[in-house]
């Protein structure tokens, strides 16, 4: 009877042995058919309207290549401090457009293909368009930064998250965080003063971009967060080596259930985020238990404010969000909201430093709007309109996302240039190869003129985008022209510079477009302070 038993368990197995390898055979059989299919399909629809690519791999599609012709570009710092960094940050863009033009079609992998597309036009109909979502690979990878906010949401959930944070964004908002960016921009100048002050000479050498990170860091933590965030210091480090964990992430970490396997960087990854969300939690329990409609001036008050106060108010009319999706969206925030930038002051200040007419002439314009005082209020900051021009020159020349991609989530048919992007196909505009196009710009296109921006007409629609552009345009884009006004005209009224010649010229574009190796820069006390 027993041994009836056992073969019957015996059979059953084989059975479901055989069951589950056909299942796998299948799937496998099934991917790679309409991976086939998808490439034809594909390739063929475009080709039929004139758009051609790079041959992909089935599997790969142009990784491999991609990958290779960044590695090879950024191996070697530049020569010279020359703004000429398009070929080097979109290599493959670069090879591909002379042979294909503005237009063509690339693989992220064998089943994301993507049109590459440099028309200011078409761009501007894309970002303007419903049809496109954010999505992709690109995307997944930075899931762990972003979590569900508002950066990675699509559809209905971004719509009612972008009513719900627009609020924290508005003019009046960002005027009250003034008071904040001024005080972590003097807590920046007395710590440069201190150090030139303990050096023999008038003359320190800084890294600016390391130092400049720290500070748009804190900025952002306390304005999201308060300037009672007791865990502030340890949430920006846990940030920043989140960060580190996420871009050194293997690229199997795109397989579907890699994220839950307890390898070593997987443990480490859940170890970050789960002590992130522990302090925001802490955070966000001990403003509700104050029982109050009103939970601060910063911008989480305003979040809990508007998901729940009991009083009504214009954001009442958004329904609230789900306390994990107002964590992923501090996170967020926080992320997106410093490292950008801190490039941006970074680069403006590389700038002024190679071009020292126009450092003295912004210098010469803080010192005006300033009259003698000691900081900048926000009726001064319109005034600012050099420095403005310098920070929106400084954003074409060095935009923190040099590509942005969406995916057509059904056939889309543009009214201009009669052009079908199917459904499934990503559209990607190379911003940084829009920038630097001198069919836009003209023949000084890669020079630093600030004065291009001074004459209204100077930008077409679609040819200047450091923020996007369309209903997704970055959220923070008036908080950051601002925090860069106020922190680059007070490093001025206090400080000159130039470069060190112990700097090294190597644009990277990692998450945001970053001096790879530091931002040397030697800085000297004007005299009247
Ligand atoms: C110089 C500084 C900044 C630059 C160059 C920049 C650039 C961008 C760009 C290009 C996008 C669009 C991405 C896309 O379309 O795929 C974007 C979106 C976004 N940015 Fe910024 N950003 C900056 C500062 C900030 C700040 C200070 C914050 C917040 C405090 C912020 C929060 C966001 C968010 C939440 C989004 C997603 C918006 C949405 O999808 O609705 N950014 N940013």
């Excluded at 789960?274 to 001990?286: F, H, N, P, Q």
């Excluded at 050099?386 to 929106?392: A, E, F, H, K, M």
Aim: aromatic share 10%; net charge positive.
């Amino acid at each position: 009877m027993a041994m009836e038993w056992w073969s019957a368990i015996i059979a059953a197995l084989a059975l479901a042995k055989s069951i589950a390898l056909n299942l796998v055979i299948a799937r496998v059989v099934g991917f790679v058919f309409s991976l086939c299919r998808l490439h034809v399909f594909v390739r063929r629809r475009l080709a039929k309207q004139g758009i051609l690519g790079p041959k992909p791999s089935w599997l790969a599609g142009n990784a491999v290549e991609m990958k290779r012709l960044v590695a090879s570009a950024t191996s070697a710092d530049m020569k010279s401090t020359s703004n000429d960094i398009s070929a080097r940050l979109l290599p493959f863009h670069h090879k591909h457009a002379q042979t294909y033009g503005k237009r063509f079609l690339a693989w992220s992998v064998g089943w994301e293909p993507f049109v590459s597309i440099s028309e200011p036009e078409l761009i501007h109909e894309i970002l303007n368009s419903t049809d496109f979502e954010k999505s992709g690979i690109q995307n997944r990878f930075m899931m762990p930064l972003f979590g569900r906010g508002l950066v990675m949401a699509t559809g209905k959930a971004w719509d009612h998250q972008r009513r719900l944070l627009n609020p924290a964004f508005y003019v009046e908002r960002i005027k009250g965080f003034l008071p904040t960016i001024n005080f972590c921009a003097s807590g920046l100048v007395q710590e440069w003063k201190g150090l030139i002050r303990s050096s023999s000479s008038n003359v320190v050498e800084v890294d600016v971009h390391s130092v400049l990170t720290s500070v748009t860091a804190d900025i952002i933590a306390r304005t999201s967060f308060g300037h009672e965030f007791t865990h502030r210091e340890e949430y920006v480090r846990l940030e920043r080596e989140l960060e580190v964990c996420v871009l050194n992430q293997p690229a199997f970490c795109l397989i579907p259930g890699y994220r839950y396997l307890p390898t070593k960087q997987n443990r480490k990854l859940w170890e970050i985020t789960r002590k992130i969300r522990s302090y925001l939690y802490e955070l966000i329990d001990a403003r509700l238990a104050t029982g109050k409609d009103h939970f601060g001036d910063d911008i989480l008050g305003l979040l809990l404010a508007a998901t729940f106060s009991s009083s009504p108010s214009s954001t009442k009319k958004v329904p609230p969000m789900s306390k994990d999706v107002l964590i992923d969206d501090c996170k967020t925030l926080f992320f997106a909201g410093h490292e950008s930038s801190a490039d941006l002051v970074t680069w403006s200040m590389m700038l002024l430093a190679l071009n020292p007419e126009w450092q003295a002439r912004a210098r010469s314009e803080v010192l005006q709007v300033l009259d003698g005082c000691e900081v900048l209020t926000s009726e001064m900051l319109p005034k600012l309109k050099l420095i403005g021009n310098i920070l929106s020159e400084t954003l074409r020349l060095y935009p923190a996302a040099v590509a942005i991609r969406r995916k057509a989530v059904k056939d889309v048919v543009f009214t201009k240039g009669k052009l079908v992007i199917p459904k499934g196909v990503c559209a990607e505009v190379p911003i940084l190869r829009v920038h630097h196009d001198p069919e836009l710009w003209g023949d000084d296109v890669l020079e630093f003129n600030p004065d291009r921006f001074s004459k209204s007409e100077a930008v077409a629609a679609g040819s200047y985008l450091p923020f996007g552009w369309g209903p997704r345009i970055c959220i923070g884009r008036n908080f950051a022209l601002a925090e860069a006004k106020v922190v680059l005209s007070t490093l001025l009224d206090n400080f000159e510079w130039e470069i060190s010649p112990s700097y090294r010229h190597s644009p990277r574009a990692g998450v945001t477009l970053y001096p790879q190796h530091g931002m040397q820069l030697l800085l000297r006390q004007l005299p009247q302070n």
